[in-house]
C-alpha cells in the first residue's frame, strides 16, 4: 500500500503571497490531518478532516484554511504569507481517529 | 483539553544499551490513546508503538516497550539493545475524540 503522499516537498514564497499545499492520504483512510512543525514550536496542529468534514481546528489564524475532496485528498492553504510561517508541513492519515497517524514526508515551506 | 509533557529535550545511550524516555500527560477524556512517534533526522515521521488506555497490557513492539501507569499518567518508552537507527527525535502523543497532541520530543542520540 502506498503511504501517505504530500507535493511538493520544498517551496520558496515571498511575504505576502499564498501557498497550497495538497496531501494524498494512505487509500482508505478518510481522515486527514495537518500540523506545522518548527523548531521553536513544535508540533502544532493544524486541522483535522474526516469524510470531506472538518472535525476540530487548532489555534491558527484564519489566513491557515484546509479542505477535502471526495477521494480524501487534501489541500491546505495559506494567505498573505508571513516569515514565521516558515515551518514543515505534515500530514497524517488514519482510518479514524483514535487510530494510529500515517505520517507524509512534510513540505518544507519557507518564506523569504 | 489534553496536553503532553517530555522533561527529557535530550538523551543518550551507548549503543546495545537500554534508554527510557519518559512523557506524562493530562486528558479529560476517559477513552484515550498514547502513541510514541519517531522521526530521523530529515526523514519520515514513524509509529513506534501504540497504547489503548483501556487496556492495562503494556504495549510491546520488538525492541521498544513501554510502561503505562494510568494513575500517574504517565507513559515511558524503553529502548532495549539500542542500535544506531535508533537516533532520532521521539514524541509522544495522545489522542482521542479530541486532536492528537503532540509533546516537544526527545532528541535521542545513540553513543557507538
Known amino acids: 500500500k502506498a503511504g501517505v503522499t504530500q507535493t511538493p516537498r520544498y517551496l520558496i514564497k515571498t511575504r505576502g503571497q499564498q501557498v497550497t499545499l495538497s496531501c494524498s492520504p494512505i487509500?482508505?483512510?478518510?481522515?486527514v490531518s495537518w500540523y506545522q512543525q518548527t523548531p521553536g514550536q513544535g508540533l502544532q496542529f493544524l486541522f483535522e478532516y474526516f469524510s470531506e468534514t472538518q472535525r476540530n481546528k487548532g489555534n491558527f489564524p484564519g489566513r491557515f484554511s484546509g479542505r477535502q475532496f471526495s477521494n480524501s485528498r487534501s489541500e491546505m492553504n495559506v494567505s498573505t504569507l508571513e516569515l514565521g510561517d516558515s515551518a514543515l508541513y505534515l500530514c497524517?492519515?488514519?482510518?479514524?481517529?483514535?487510530?494510529?497517524?500515517?505520517f507524509g514526508p512534510g513540505t518544507r515551506l519557507t518564506v523569504t | 483539553a489534553q496536553t503532553v509533557t517530555q522533561s527529557q529535550p535530550e538523551m543518550s545511550v551507548q549503543e546495545a544499551e537500554t534508554v527510557t524516555l519518559s512523557c506524562t500527560y493530562d486528558?479529560?477524556?476517559?477513552?484515550?490513546?498514547l502513541f510514541w512517534y519517531k522521526q530521523p533526522p530529515s526523514r519520515q515521521m514513524i509509529l513506534v508503538i501504540r497504547?489503548?488506555?483501556?487496556?492495562?497490557q503494556n504495549a510491546t513492539e520488538n525492541r521498544f516497550s513501554v510502561n503505562f501507569q494510568k494513575a500517574a499518567k504517565s507513559f515511558s518508552l524503553k529502548i532495549s539493545d539500542s542500535q544506531l537507527g535508533d537516533a532520532a527525535m521521539y514524541f509522544c502523543a495522545s489522542g482521542g475524540n479530541e486532536k492528537l497532541t503532540f509533546g516537544t520530543g526527545t532528541r535521542l542520540t545513540i553513543i557507538p
Open positions: 486528558t479529560s477524556e476517559s477513552d484515550y490513546y
Open positions: 497504547q489503548e488506555a483501556y487496556k492495562q
Open positions: 497524517a492519515s488514519s482510518l479514524r481517529r483514535e487510530y494510529e497517524q500515517y
Open positions: 487509500s482508505g483512510h478518510r481522515s
